[in-house]
């Protein structure tokens, strides 16, 4: 099709969208999602048509799922676009995607708003503008209820979020911590808990988030308890933490020391993990020694 043919295509696709039957509807939004799944100027251009995005954001409260699916859908695929991304990420936008993540009318719904929400925080300018919205409390407190089928997607947009300094401190601030280390307790999911685990990595490298680990109880142990387990990638996240929780805290050093099983289960990683699982084992390694001698010394010293 021509530019001007896909613009007719998508002005009678709008039109029929607003004000067509259920049936109407959903075929006009199907074409819609079909055409701009994988052009960009497909994208633009139905970005650029008059009264677009607020009539798509308008089905998203539709009281069909399907509609309402469909609507959200487009509007991912129209976020794909980089330069649209920033159009896109308007406050009430923002707010309305989060009350869809707190009361989704389907999982697909509460999985494509999700998705939404990662691709428009991609955008660096975009992070702090869900942070003031309130979408690290929503994402959290939705991550967080019974049976959350779109844990994943949300953990991934948290993940995007916290890249920036403020939003990570909200999510400290609203009980990430023991919310992700309850997910990485947890036995639903090894891909819950390596995507837990780089959150918390994450949190770990400003004050606020290493010092709500270092205050967690037995919080070595807890990361021992990942090291033994299967997951390679839960194994480097669990090993990162560690590194942090090492070089900030020697109360967490002392508590490595005092467990047997300690050295046993670095040394077993520094063999068959992963490259980087190796290379971060041999660090703590060297940090356990280190922390080893200066004890034995202080001991020598005390007794001399």
């Given at each position: 099709?021509?530019?001007?043919?896909?613009?007719?295509?998508?002005?009678?696709?709008?039109?029929q969208?607003?004000?067509?039957?259920?049936?109407?509807k959903e075929?006009?939004?199907?074409?819609?999602?079909?055409?701009?799944?994988?052009?960009?100027?497909?994208?633009?251009?139905l970005?650029?048509?008059?009264?677009?995005?607020?009539?798509?954001?308008?089905?998203?409260?539709?009281?069909?799922?399907?509609?309402?699916?469909?609507?959200?859908?487009?509007?991912?695929?129209?976020?794909?676009?980089?330069?649209?991304?920033?159009?896109?990420?308007e406050?009430e936008?923002?707010?309305?995607?989060?009350?869809?993540i707190?009361?989704?009318?389907?999982?697909?719904?509460?999985?494509?708003?999700?998705?939404?929400?990662?691709s428009?925080?991609?955008?660096?300018?975009?992070?702090?503008?869900?942070?003031?919205?309130?979408?690290?409390?929503?994402?959290?407190?939705?991550?967080?209820g019974?049976?959350?089928?779109?844990?994943?997607?949300?953990?991934?947009?948290?993940?995007?979020?916290?890249?920036?300094?403020?939003?990570?401190?909200?999510?400290?601030?609203?009980?990430?911590?023991?919310?992700?280390?309850?997910?990485?307790?947890?036995?639903?999911?090894?891909d819950?808990?390596?995507?837990?685990?780089?959150?918390?990595?994450?949190?770990?490298?400003?004050?606020?988030?290493?010092?709500a680990?270092?205050?967690?109880?037995?919080?070595?142990?807890?990361?021992?308890?990942v090291?033994?387990?299967?997951?390679m990638?839960?194994?480097?996240?669990?090993?990162?933490?560690?590194?942090?929780?090492?070089?900030?805290?020697?109360?967490?050093?002392?508590?490595?020391?005092?467990?047997?099983?300690?050295?046993?289960?670095?040394?077993?990683?520094?063999?068959?993990?992963?490259?980087?699982?190796?290379?971060?084992?041999?660090?703590?390694?060297?940090?356990m020694?280190?922390?080893?001698?200066?004890?034995?010394?202080?001991?020598?010293?005390?007794?001399?």
């Amino acid at each position: 099709m021509s530019t001007a043919q896909i613009r007719d295509t998508i002005s009678e696709c709008i039109s029929q969208a607003q004000s067509g039957s259920d049936e109407a509807k959903e075929r006009a939004l199907q074409m819609l999602a079909a055409i701009t799944k994988v052009s960009p100027l497909n994208r633009s251009l139905l970005a650029q048509a008059d009264g677009a995005i607020p009539a798509f954001l308008q089905l998203t409260g539709s009281d069909s799922p399907v509609v309402q699916a469909l609507s959200l859908s487009i509007l991912f695929n129209i976020s794909l676009n980089p330069e649209l991304k920033r159009p896109l990420a308007e406050m009430e936008t923002i707010r309305h995607l989060n009350s869809i993540i707190l009361s989704p009318s389907s999982p697909e719904t509460s999985r494509l708003a999700a998705s939404l929400i990662c691709s428009l925080a991609m955008l660096d300018k975009n992070k702090a503008k869900f942070g003031v919205t309130g979408t690290i409390q929503a994402l959290i407190k939705a991550i967080s209820g019974p049976n959350s089928v779109a844990s994943h997607h949300l953990l991934s947009s948290l993940a995007e979020l916290v890249q920036f300094h403020g939003n990570c401190t909200l999510a400290v601030r609203s009980g990430a911590v023991p919310m992700l280390l309850g997910l990485v307790a947890s036995t639903e999911g090894e891909d819950l808990a390596g995507t837990s685990l780089a959150i918390l990595g994450l949190l770990a490298r400003f004050d606020e988030g290493l010092n709500a680990l270092i205050r967690t109880d037995k919080i070595v142990v807890s990361m021992m308890d990942v090291l033994k387990g299967r997951c390679m990638q839960s194994k480097e996240g669990a090993a990162e933490i560690l590194l942090r929780l090492f070089d900030e805290s020697e109360g967490c050093t002392r508590e490595a020391l005092r467990l047997p099983e300690f050295s046993t289960v670095l040394a077993d990683l520094s063999v068959r993990g992963s490259a980087r699982a190796r290379e971060k084992a041999g660090f703590l390694m060297r940090k356990m020694t280190e922390a080893d001698t200066y004890a034995d010394g202080n001991h020598s010293l005390l007794q001399w």
